[in-house]
T-cell receptor, first 114, second 114 residues
Framework: DAGVTQSPTHLIKTRGQQVTLRCSPK?????VSWYQQALGQGPQFIFQ???????QRGNFPDRFSGHQFPNYSSELNVNALLLGDSALYLC?????????????FGSGTRLTVV | AQTVTQSQPEMSVQEAETVTLSCTYD???????LFWYKQPPSRQMILVIR??????QNATENRFSVNFQKAAKSFSLKISDSQLGDTAMYFC???????????FGQGTTLQVKP
């Protein structure tokens, strides 16, 4: 049973560029959340997608946007990249059920902005 | 605001010994879930143990157990018989039941020494 798959694993972009990160949820999961984890810090919630709609959003600017496809996979887009956007981006999936079972995380995409 | 605080940035323990990681949180909710996640150098966030706030009994998972003090809003993790593979960063997390948003602490880096 495949877990959460993220691509690419590493990415280097130049300031001002745009980037797209991808996530395939665990089989049977229909909700996808994205987190940003700066080096040495805990992950910060970006947003959550369910039924192809953004359901919840954290304190991130509009430069961060996303999409969920009918097969439940998701993309995270970041426009006008800043040096401060350098971080590990984690995708987590869950079934739309009791939240207490927690999420299954992917191994993340390491984004470096130069 | 709901917050999670881990006051120990780094800890070390000898192999086979016991170590306790501390976590406190702040919330006005009555029903919620708490988690401990492990993040090894592979970067994937792995669920170690979870606790449902309405259950008084402390959760246990093999060598891992928690001390949940709801009134004090404390949720510590005890690792017994520490193994080299336990070396990782450990995050305490709280989930908002109405949003499904995970709120993480800053993390504790645990090193198990041979």
């Amino acid at each position: 049973d495949a877990g959460v798959t993220q691509s690419p694993t590493h990415l280097i972009k130049t300031r001002g560029q745009q980037v797209t990160l991808r996530c395939s949820p665990k089989s049977g999961h229909d909700t996808v959340s994205w987190y940003q984890q700066a080096l040495g810090q805990g992950p910060q919630f970006i947003f959550q997608y369910y039924e192809e709609e953004e359901r919840q959003r954290g304190n991130f600017p509009d430069r961060f946007s996303g999409h969920q496809f009918p097969n439940y996979s998701s993309e995270l887009n970041v426009n006008a990249l800043l040096l401060g956007d350098s971080a590990l981006y984690l995708c987590a999936s869950s079934p739309q059920g009791p939240l207490g079972y927690g999420y299954t995380f992917g191994s993340g995409t390491r984004l470096t902005v130069v | 605001a709901q917050t999670v605080t881990q006051s120990q940035p780094e800890m070390s323990v000898q192999e086979a010994e016991t170590v306790t990681l501390s976590c406190t949180y702040d919330t006005s909710e009555n029903n919620y879930y708490l988690f401990w996640y492990k993040q090894p150098p592979s970067r994937q966030m792995i669920l170690v143990i979870r606790q449902e706030a309405y259950k008084q009994q402390n959760a246990t998972e093999n060598r891992f157990s928690v001390n949940f003090q709801k009134a004090a809003k404390s949720f510590s993790l005890k690792i017994s018989d520490s193994q080299l593979g336990d070396t990782a960063m450990y995050f305490c997390a709280f989930i908002q039941r109405n949003t499904g948003k995970l709120i993480f602490g800053q993390g504790t880096t645990l090193q198990v020494k041979p």
